[in-house]
């Protein structure tokens, strides 16, 4: 294994800034509101969208040391962190939640994971509940005999991946008057705020259900920028029952999408945030002139549908 990670950006060549490009559509322009895609999901095949931002700072932070890091069966974060692991040479550990999964047939994304070469531990609930937790944090660093590992919380949001996306807030400055994203952790939300200009604002479309996003997107703007930055809103309304759930038309609505503007509509965040847009711009929520620009923070792909079964 290597002692230091090359720089991530000089191997990978991500696309920076990612594209902006303006799509009509007619349930935004008969408010005289214009409507931006940031192509987030272009910025690199394997570590699309906010995971790149996200992840690029801590890789350099964690200088080649083995990273261990945390999600769920279905983790976009799990996935482009073992991607990483692989193109740079670096050893990668995922934290599976749910320890029933270790008897069962790996799923496409974990087996993806798997492939990449990342070691998968499955810790029941409870320990990934409490996985914050010092005790509970040295047991499961333990469990993987690896002693000088680099940890990644959940989502891949701290402090530095939060300074990683208000690079996307810089990218956006005098092209936008609202910018809306999804938010899972928050911490997309948190670092993009801080790095748009006086007079724009970001809003936030949590795709999870229970109150806890703006307390994140606070604490994660403290850590990072010592304080409160920027001018951020959350409309909660969008979730459609939680993570990774969805309707007959939710999913109609994103089919549609996809047909009318040929860009791929990842379906676990992007698609509510676009359904959410689409709402606020029918409920008078945008005054006429306004330019609003979507973030498609990530890639749908094959293994949402094997999800959604
Ligand atoms: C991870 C992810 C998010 C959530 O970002 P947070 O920083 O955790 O809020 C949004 N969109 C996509 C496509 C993602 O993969």
């Known amino acids: 294994m290597p002692q230091t990670t090359p720089d991530p950006a000089a191997t990978l060549r991500p696309r920076l800034p990612s594209p902006l490009e303006q799509v009509e559509d007619n ?48 983790s976009n974060h799990l996935r482009a962190t073992a991607a990483a692991g692989r193109l740079l040479g670096f050893r990668t550990i995922g934290v599976v939640r749910g320890d029933e999964l270790a008897k069962r047939p790996l799923n496409p994304s974990l087996a993806r994971c798997a492939a990449d070469g990342m070691r998968l531990l499955f810790v029941d609930r409870t320990t990934y509940r409490t996985k914050d937790d010092p005790a509970v944090l040295a047991r499961i660093r333990e469990q993987t005999g690896a002693d000088d590992v680099y940890v990644v919380p959940e989502g891949g949001s701290n402090a530095l991946a939060a300074t990683g996306c208000a690079e996307l807030g810089r990218e956006l400055r005098g092209l936008a008057d609202v910018v809306a994203v999804a938010c899972g952790t928050g911490g997309t939300l948190a670092g993009l705020a801080a790095g748009l200009d006086d007079g724009q604002r970001a809003v936030g479309f949590p795709v999870l259900r229970g109150g806890f996003m703006a307390e994140a997107v606070r604490s994660l703007q403290h850590a990072a920028f010592g304080g409160p ?39 676990v965040y992007v698609a509510k945030l676009l359904h959410g847009l689409v709402g606020l711009a029918a409920e008078g929520a945008f005054a006429p002139g306004t330019t609003v620009a979507a973030v498609v923070t990530g890639q749908e792909d094959g293994s949402a549908l094997d999800r959604r079964a």
């Open 229 to 267: 930055v920027g001018d951020w809103s959350l409309d909660e309304r969008f979730h459609f029952g939680g993570y990774a759930r969805t309707t007959p038309g939710l999913e109609r609505f994103a089919a549609d999408f996809e047909a009318r503007h040929k860009v791929p509509v990842e379906r």
């Open 27 to 74: 349930r935004f322009s008969r408010y005289g509101v214009r409507l931006l895609l940031k192509r987030d999901d272009l910025i690199h095949p394997d570590l699309p969208g906010n995971k790149w931002r996200k992840l690029a700072p801590n890789l350099r932070a964690a200088a080649g040391r083995p990273v261990l890091t945390f999600g769920g069966a279905y």
